[in-house]
């Protein structure tokens, strides 16, 4: 690990320390996966190779994580624009931006994982504090030279988490440095290091470096000096300035008294003129703005802001009413079981699929997320995805590739497909080669499918030269078996599979497969499939359309 920078305060942490926390939290349960979860959207958006695609595959692992994503996506606080709802996160990244997607899931992850704490109430109120930081933040940097809202937004949330994972994973300590701080009038740096070994700041540089956050934003949460903060800063270090203001504005709100607001707010306002020439008026509609979008986000996460202290006052300073609590929501990715049916009749012509063809009944895995889920469900996901793909189809914007990415996220969550791949056909080689899916482990799929279109024809080759839909049930069944090419069984450990051709002008253009793991375990009633089919017919039309 790095050494952290000395901070403001002249505290320069103990490795030691530092380490030894840091393994305390990795004992915990739960410390690794957050780490992961975190650690692996930062590296996607480090990266110059996996970006668009691999967020939303990262994301959509967590079925829960994209529901609450889409929620907000379509709140009037992110869908500034028009094309009715959103219902992939492939379309949420066309419409908010990838950066507005990724601080979005970040912060959700980190709530998820607040909320499921024995002291949840007590962290829920810090997150809410920390939330509306990064909302001051992002809105004043809009009205700044600072060109990116969302990295203000995330730097001004975890300007404190060494305040938080303190709490979080340390609570007997937590409340130890809480109780010096009132009782022997020190600093929460100076109680922090004589509990901890290290100060809540130092605390939270090292766990924002362990998980991967890139050093400009680490280096954002150190401290600001409580003198004046001079005017070089901001365009020096404009994202510690942002982050320092939108928290310290959040302490003022909490702790002051009404009678002092006027003289608490001018302090501030001198302390940061020189960086950010805000007024009282103007702060008081920044305050307004910023609580109209942490209610959104209450919303869509179920916390009720009349339980939170720091919200019922930042209302009063902003003279609006307490938002109302959330309504019970329901979920988009709801479970339920596929329809029955009954079982295809012959060999490899009647694996082909039509609109009033039975397929196999099957057995759901336990654990996957379609278990119990209805018909009516699933035909409600997959139809959100044609409306996704239809408002996209008409935005001269929207590229080719984010359509395509927005078609198979819809049958992915939709029908719960193990993976979804797209393939498309290579002319200088006459081979058809994956281009990118939705899944576990996707990228190895990718590089299995580069097969030729000149084989003997097997499978894959027949539903592109017939233009034919094919369910294969089980790739072992003897019917079947000879038909599956060695290269599919080298790679690929699937045992049934469906193919959607895509047809441009007679020509196989690309196809689309999707899988699960075990034989019978795809099922495809006459409505789904028909929804299915449409999905694909979308893909033609805009592959027509890029010609």
């Not at 996966?33 to 996607?44: Q, Y």
């Not at 990266?47 to 994580?65: C, H, P, T, Y």
């Not at 202290?309 to 329901?330: I, R």
């Not at 008409?394 to 996220?409: G, H, K, T, W, Y």
Request: net charge negative; aromatic share 6%.
């Amino acid at each position: 690990m790095m050494p952290l920078p000395q901070t403001e305060s002249g505290d320069e942490p103990k490795p030691s320390a530092l380490d030894i926390l840091l393994r305390r939290m990795q004992r915990e349960s739960d410390f690794p996966a957050l780490s992961e979860a975190i650690g692996a959207i930062n590296r996607i958006a480090s990266s110059d190779k996996e970006g668009v695609n691999e967020l939303s595959n990262n994301i959509l692992r967590d079925f829960a994580l994209t529901n609450k994503l889409l929620k907000l996506a379509n709140v009037a606080f992110y869908n500034q624009v028009g094309g009715g709802t959103i219902s992939t996160i492939s379309r949420a990244v066309v419409i908010l931006g990838f950066d507005a997607v990724r601080s979005i899931a970040l912060s959700l992850i980190l709530f998820d994982n607040l909320e499921n704490k024995a002291h949840a109430q007590q962290l829920k109120e810090e997150f809410v504090k920390v939330l509306y930081a990064g909302m001051l933040a992002r809105e004043l940097a809009g009205s700044t030279q600072i060109r990116d809202v969302e990295e203000a937004f995330i730097s001004a949330m975890l300007h404190h988490l060494g305040r938080m994972v303190a709490t979080f994973y340390f609570p007997m300590e937590a409340a130890a440095i809480k109780q010096r701080v009132q009782a022997d009038a020190l600093s929460e740096t100076q109680a922090s290091i004589e509990v901890l070994g290290v100060s809540f700041e130092n605390l939270g540089m090292g766990v924002a470096k362990n998980w991967g956050f890139p050093d400009q934003l680490v280096l954002s949460m150190k401290n600001l000096p409580d003198e004046k903060i001079k005017k070089a800063a901001i365009s020096t270090e404009p994202l510690r300035v942002l982050a320092g203001f939108s928290n310290a504005l959040c302490e003022v709100i909490l702790n002051t008294p009404d009678a002092d607001r006027s003289k608490a707010l001018a302090k501030l306002t001198l302390r940061f003129g020189d960086c950010l020439p805000v007024t009282e008026k103007q702060l008081n509609g920044l305050m307004e703005k910023s609580m109209q979008d942490i209610a959104q986000f209450a919303l869509a996460v179920n916390v009720n802001l009349k339980q939170s202290a720091f919200a019922q006052q930042v209302t009063k300073w902003a003279g609006m009413p307490m938002p109302s609590a959330p309504a019970p929501a329901e979920s988009k990715l709801a479970d339920g079981a596929p329809d029955d049916a009954t079982a295809p009749q012959t060999a490899l012509d009647d694996s082909v699929l039509h609109e009033r063809a039975s397929i196999l009944d099957a057995e759901s895995d336990e654990s996957d997320h379609t278990a119990q889920r209805s018909s009516a469900q699933i035909q409600a996901v997959l139809t959100s995805g044609l409306q996704d793909v239809s408002n996209s189809l008409i935005d001269d914007a929207v590229s080719i590739n984010d359509i395509l990415r927005m078609i198979l996220e819809a049958m992915y969550t939709g029908m719960g497909f193990a993976h979804v791949l797209l393939c498309i056909k290579d002319g200088r080689h006459n081979t058809m080669c994956g281009k990118f899916g939705f899944g576990d482990n996707v990228q190895d799929l990718i590089r299995a499918f580069d097969f030729s279109l000149a084989a003997q024809p097997d499978v894959f080759l027949v539903a592109l030269q017939n233009n034919a839909d094919i369910l294969i049930t089980d790739i072992d069944e003897p019917k079947i078996a000879t038909r599956i090419p060695a290269w599919y069984r080298k790679h690929v450990t699937a045992r049934t599979f469906v193919l959607f051709p895509i047809i441009v002008k007679g020509k196989p253009i690309g196809l689309i497969y999707a899988d699960r793991p075990h034989p019978g375990d795809i099922a495809i009633p006459e409505k789904e499939l028909s929804l299915l089919k449409s999905l694909r017919n979308q893909a033609i039309l805009a592959i027509r359309q890029s010609l």
